[in-house]
């Protein structure tokens, strides 16, 4: 663009050569005091490589153009990659954004990036993974209901029990991510009401897929007489579906995920994965967009917002209620 614009004005003669200059110029000028005037809202999922969150960025880029507003959308490539979303973080910062709505990878280490982000007068908002600080003025927390995602899990889960030999693996418990703690402690004392004898295995999680599927196949071959696994994350749901493919046993030990991606709601569709508690990402940055439209006036403070999730299944999927969850770019899933 740039060599044709200068070919085109090596033809014109010096006054016409100053009339384009000028036009350009202000062109340029005008340009950019608009687009200053555009309040710019930074999202940082904790991760790009995952569909879960591609629901929320067509959904904030829809709210930001009604508004007239444009947002930036960058993350990390794996939910462990914490030094990149505090860079990226803090580069936001410097560019004097409106607002920051941040999917954190560690429950301490975003605090620091978030404080800076006050000391600017830039609202927060915190989607999903709840920081170990509270809410606070500028900080509201739009969290997934772990509580419930535990009692959905749990409640899957019992259709499975068989006398009183019952054994459940519950992976991708995670420090950092402190709604998979929730989740778990509540799949443990739910589970205890149906069988009260019942045992469970647990393993943290790792992004990493060779380590998961390595972690899961070890868990399956050593305990033969599973019921069920309930994983917590997109990449643990992942590992314990291929591991249960390769030893065969799809089918035979239910796989209840806690988060979607495009081929584990396809394994679902299949009935190859029992179910999948989906996240409701999109309502969730919905409201974090609409807090900071509001905090911007000066007419909320920080808060706590809580999202249900929802059960998806073989039976509900096609439903317009979880295709509203689930659908990116106005299609299905």
């Given amino acids: 663009m740039h060599d044709i614009l200068v070919s085109a004005m090596m033809g014109l003669s010096r006054s016409g050569f100053l009339n384009v200059a000028i036009m350009l110029l202000t062109c340029w000028g ?17 991760t790009t490589a995952q569909e879960l ?70 609202p927060v908002a915190i989607l999903d993974n709840p920081l170990t600080a509270s809410p606070k003025e500028d900080v509201v927390f739009v969290l997934n209901d772990n509580a419930a995602t535990g009692r959905i899990a749990a409640e899957r889960v019992s259709h499975y029990l068989k006398g009183t030999q019952n054994e459940v693996a519950i992976l991708g418990v995670h420090p950092n991510f402190l709604g998979t703690i929730v989740a778990a402690d509540t799949i443990r004392d739910e589970l205890q009401k149906y069988a009260p004898g019942i045992r469970f295995i647990e393993q943290g999680s790792t992004f990493g897929s060779t380590e998961a599927e390595e972690s899961a196949e070890e868990l399956i071959e050593a305990h033969p007489t599973l ?107």
């Fill in 30 to 46: 005008l340009l950019g005091c608009r687009r200053a005037e555009r309040p710019l809202i930074a999202i940082i999922p904790a």
């Fill in 53 to 122: 969150w591609e629901s929320a960025h067509v959904e904030a880029s829809r709210i930001a153009g009604t508004w007239g507003w444009d947002t930036f959308w960058n993350g990390p490539s794996r939910e462990d990659d914490l030094l990149r979303q505090i860079q990226i973080m803090e580069k936001e910062l410097d560019q004097g954004v409106a607002g920051i709505i941040l999917a954190p990878d560690h429950a301490v280490a975003l605090i620091s990036p978030v404080r800076a982000a006050l000391e600017k007068k830039i």
């Fill in 227 to 333: 019921r069920a696994i309930v994983t917590l994350n997109v990449s643990q749901t992942r590992a314990a579906y291929n591991a249960l493919s390769r030893a065969k046993l799809v089918g035979k030990v239910a796989l209840i995920g806690c988060e979607q991606d495009f081929d584990i709601i396809y394994r679902v569709r299949t009935g190859e994965i029992d179910s999948v508690i989906a996240k409701d990402t999109r309502t969730m940055v919905r409201d974090a967009m609409q807090w900071i439209h509001q905090r911007r006036e000066g007419t909320v403070t920080g808060e706590t917002i809580i999202v249900p999730p929802k059960l998806v299944t073989k039976q509900n999927v096609n439903s317009p209620e979880i295709q509203w969850i689930l659908a990116v770019n106005g299609g299905t899933n």
